[in-house]
């Protein structure tokens, strides 16, 4: 007998894998422009390529956070509808970063990735402006973090339910200067730093994989890819605690308006919630999550990751595209473009 519960999951399944191809569609573009300098060029194709194979999963989706709105981006906008739409297809919140560092594409640096999270519908807080000041942690320190709590608090409270001395945990933080005070603080305490120049999405993950090297991620960083860190993290079993944290009281002021507490502390399954969660990335530059994109030829090479919050799985997955034969994607021309 077929139950409700065994169709949903299959559904799940299918889709698991449909997401990887479209993260992959979406590096396969935007990886032909590493180190050309033009990010524009680049999100440009990561965003084709991830919207014209999205026409062919089978679900009902709803971007929930997207490329922005809509009069500001021609795909990928918040409340575009996409996927085939077919009768007995699921529906889902969708949120998508095509090009998660188009800088670090731009410049040839390491660690872009695309990135899609398809979702039961309200399941993802569509919180889509603004930043967030987050702290992260993998399974083992999940539940013992506290983002009002003083810095060196927090990094005495892991570094103990790690079993590690502070001076051996290695904390990511975005290299920006809004956070001089917070590296300080780390170094005085004698934490180890890992600087990044973009992606925190991929440092927040990284604090969760074993064997990154990585024990926890703190800073303020983008509020979308906090919702996308969260989604991971459902999947992997850490935490994500955030605040909405604004760079001038005319933001903050126009957050309240839109009914926004900025004393409110975002949980992950305030921000993502449910099991019902699947999140896939595909590396477009090298990084210590993912390899890029490698062109030998007619023949393209992607690694991938993709997971699933019901059952907690991570699969690795690395595809040999033989160019002569495989098409990709484009929704802005409608057809199918080799690369």
């Known amino acids: 007998m077929t139950t409700s519960s065994n169709i949903t999951a299959d559904i799940e399944r299918e889709v698991m894998l449909d997401l990887v191809r479209v993260t992959e569609t979406a590096a396969l573009r935007a990886g032909r422009f590493m180190g050309r300098g033009d990010k524009e060029a680049a999100d440009q194709a990561a965003v084709d390529g991830m919207r014209g194979m999205l026409d062919l999963v089978d679900i009902r989706g709803t971007v929930v956070i997207g490329e922005g709105e809509k009069d500001q981006a021609p795909m990928l906008y918040i409340g575009e509808k996409v996927g085939n739409w077919a009768y007995d297809g699921p529906e889902m919140d969708i949120a998508v970063d095509p090009v998660e560092g188009t800088r670090l594409v731009a410049y040839g640096l390491p660690n872009a990735v695309s990135v899609i999270v398809a979702a039961k519908k309200g399941s993802l807080a569509p919180i889509t402006a603004w930043y967030m000041n987050k702290i992260a942690v993998g399974p083992e320190a999940a539940g013992q973090i506290d983002i009002n709590a003083p810095v060196r608090e927090n990094l005495r409270v892991v570094a ?134 490698r062109y030998q030829g007619d023949r393209a090479i992607t690694h991938s990751v993709v997971m699933r919050a019901k059952t907690r799985t991570v699969r690795f997955i690395q595809a040999y595209h033989d160019l002569r034969y495989k098409t990709v994607r484009s929704k802005q021309r409608s057809r199918e473009l080799t690369v």
Not at 169 to 184: S, Y
Not at 185 to 207: N, T
Request: hydrophobic fraction near 40%; aromatic fraction near 6%; glycine fraction near 12%.
């Open 160 to 293: 103990a339910t790690l079993r590690k001395k502070v001076r051996d945990l290695t904390v990511v933080i975005l290299d920006r200067p809004r956070h001089a005070r917070l590296i300080q603080e780390v170094r005085d305490c004698g934490a180890r730093i890992k600087l990044i120049s973009d992606g925190d999405v991929s440092g927040g993950i990284s604090a969760a994989l074993p064997d990154t090297g990585v024990d926890m991620l703190m800073g303020i960083g983008g509020a979308p890819e906090g919702v996308l860190t969260a989604a991971a993290f459902k999947c992997l079993g850490g935490e994500i605690q955030a605040k909405l944290w604004f760079p001038d009281e005319e933001s903050k002021e126009k957050a309240v308006q839109q009914g926004f507490d900025p004393e409110k502390v975002y949980y992950t399954e305030n921000l993502a919630s449910g099991d019902q969660i699947i999140f896939a990335a595909t590396g477009i530059t090298d990084g210590e999550l993912l390899q890029g994109v």
